[in-house]
Every structure is written in structure tokens, then in C-alpha cells.
């Protein structure tokens, strides 16, 4: 009998959603949190851009604010939530999606939402990929051993620029068709000899 074969990670933007985790004005205090921000509204963008669903949710925003703006989330109804996990909030999001099989993950806390909400996807069946450059906590050591933590239980740790060229590499792949210029530099055109 033939051994499971691992999981690759593999990213495909038909397959792949975006979930931007509670990047709050209240959480503004969090380690790198402009740095963090600036990330995720670059996977913002390349979702957008590919037509990858996004999933942006807020820890009760009455008390801790909305989403700041410079994430550039304008134009998604963020999904308020009163726990951990962006799964309960996102069910109806998820299960509309048959053919999901990755989950992009950004945001805030790594050691409460971020684990928690990989922990829930985890156990759906989907492949997790926290984006490590746009995830940031109070706590640099509670932010190490979660990441350390998701990796254990199978989620994969990837930074933006790594998941971009996984999920544009198709694109890139294929040739561009012949535009005519060849022939202009083969001696055909006598305005370039």
C-alpha cells in the first residue's frame, strides 16, 4: 500500500481565499503594526487583482475600533466577532466555496485570532498559509512559538512575496503572444537599421 502523499501547499488563486484578521485602531500598539498593515494590503491587492475572495473580519469594534484605513479595505463589510477564531463568523463564506482548498491568512494577534482561527481551518480540511511578514503580536516570543505551533499542527509558514509568485507563476509561465517585434529586430523593419 502506497504511502499518503504529503501535501505540497500549493497555491492557485481559483482555489485560495484571503482572510485579513482584525488589524484594528485600537491594536495599533502591536509589534510592527504599519509594517504588519502595509503586508497585508499587498496580499489585499494581489487578491483583488486575481479575484481571490477576501474575508475581512473585526474583534468586537465597539470597543476596539474599526479597520484602520491604510490596509485599503474599503468596499468589504468587515464581519464583526466576539472570539479567537474568524471561523465561526466566516462559515457561510467558506462553505459557499466548494472548490476551496487554501486559506491565505494575515493579521492579529498570532498567539490568539491567528492560531486559533489556522487551528479551525486546519480542522475543516483546508491547507493554512499564514503569511508571516503580515501576522504580529504584542509578545515577539508568543508570536515565534505560535507560528511554531501552526507549523506543528500543519500549517504552512510563507511570507507575501513567496504566496504572490506562487499564486501569479501561471501567468508568468505563459508566453506572451508574437507582437511583431521579432521581425523588427531581424532586419525587417528599415526604420531600426
Known amino acids: 500500500m502506497a504511502a499518503a502523499k504529503p501535501s505540497l501547499g500549493r497555491v492557485l488563486p481559483g482555489s485560495s481565499i484571503l482572510f485579513l484578521c482584525d488589524m484594528q485602531e485600537k491594536f495599533r500598539h502591536v509589534a510592527y503594526f504599519p509594517q504588519i498593515v502595509s503586508v497585508a494590503a499587498r496580499m489585499l491587492k494581489v487578491a ?18 474599526p479597520t484602520v484605513p491604510e490596509l485599503g479595505a474599503a ?13 465561526p463568523v466566516a462559515r457561510q463564506e467558506l462553505d459557499a466555496r466548494p472548490q476551496l482548498r487554501s486559506v491565505l491568512l494575515c493579521g492579529i494577534e498570532t498567539q490568539a485570532c491567528i492560531l486559533n482561527t489556522t487551528l479551525d481551518l486546519l480542522d475543516r480540511g483546508l491547507q493554512v498559509h499564514v503569511v508571516v511578514d503580515a501576522c504580529s ?55 531600426l537599421r
Open 48 to 65: 483583488r487583482l486575481l479575484e481571490v475572495p477576501t474575508v475581512l473580519t473585526e474583534q468586537y469594534p465597539q470597543g476596539l475600533g
Open 75 to 87: 468596499g468589504l463589510q468587515p464581519l464583526p466577532k466576539t472570539c479567537f477564531s474568524m471561523v
Open 137 to 191: 503580536s504584542r509578545s515577539q516570543v508568543d508570536r515565534l512559538v505560535a507560528l511554531a505551533r501552526m507549523r506543528q499542527s500543519g500549517a504552512f509558514l510563507s511570507t507575501s512575496e513567496g504566496l504572490i509568485l506562487q499564486l501569479i507563476q501561471k501567468i508568468i509561465k505563459e508566453p506572451a503572444p508574437d507582437s511583431g517585434l521579432l521581425g523588427l529586430f531581424q532586419g525587417q523593419n528599415p526604420l
